[in-house]
């Protein structure tokens, strides 16, 4: 049976000094700036600049693309992601709803609040729904 891990991680993770193998943020932007999620150049500068505003390298330049909004209509938007040395940064949106999906996952540490601001200034959403987690916390055991 595999071990399934609390919520209660993150604190549990701090109190034990264990070091993670990585730190992901997921960021859920409701009502975002009308007409960003069809974008193109914008999504792709935001997944260009975020990389070293964070401070992390890229490892190649940043994908992104068009969903097929004729086999997917509920799903119309932008997905994209930039390769780091350190993992990735990735970028979906939904057109519809104005809503915009970022997980950023790094093999070393960031800086969470400058990573939520950059969002904010480019998205302008109204509402940003964010969770951490630390992944691989038995890794380097």
């Not at 000094?17 to 792709?44: H, M, Q, S």
């Not at 070293?52 to 997917?72: C, H, S, V, W």
């Not at 990735?90 to 970022?102: A, E, M, P, Q």
Request: aromatic residues 14%.
């Amino acid at each position: 049976m595999p071990k399934i891990i609390e919520e209660n991680q993150s604190i549990d993770v701090l109190k034990s000094k264990v070091v993670p193998f990585g730190y992901e943020l997921l960021l859920d932007l409701y009502d975002c700036r009308e007409g960003v999620c069809d974008d193109l150049a914008t999504c792709y500068k935001f997944l260009d600049e975020i990389v070293g505003y964070l401070g992390m390298e890229k490892q190649a330049p940043p994908n992104i693309f068009f969903t097929d909004a004729t086999r997917f209509p509920d799903k119309a938007g932008l997905s994209g992601w930039a390769p780091l040395v350190e993992s990735s940064i990735v970028i979906h949106t939904l057109s519809i709803k104005n809503f915009i999906s970022v997980d950023i996952y790094c093999c070393r540490e960031f800086d969470v609040e400058r990573a939520k601001e950059f969002v904010q200034k480019f998205f302008l959403p109204k509402r940003v729904d964010a969770q951490f987690i630390y992944r691989g916390i038995d890794y380097y055991k």
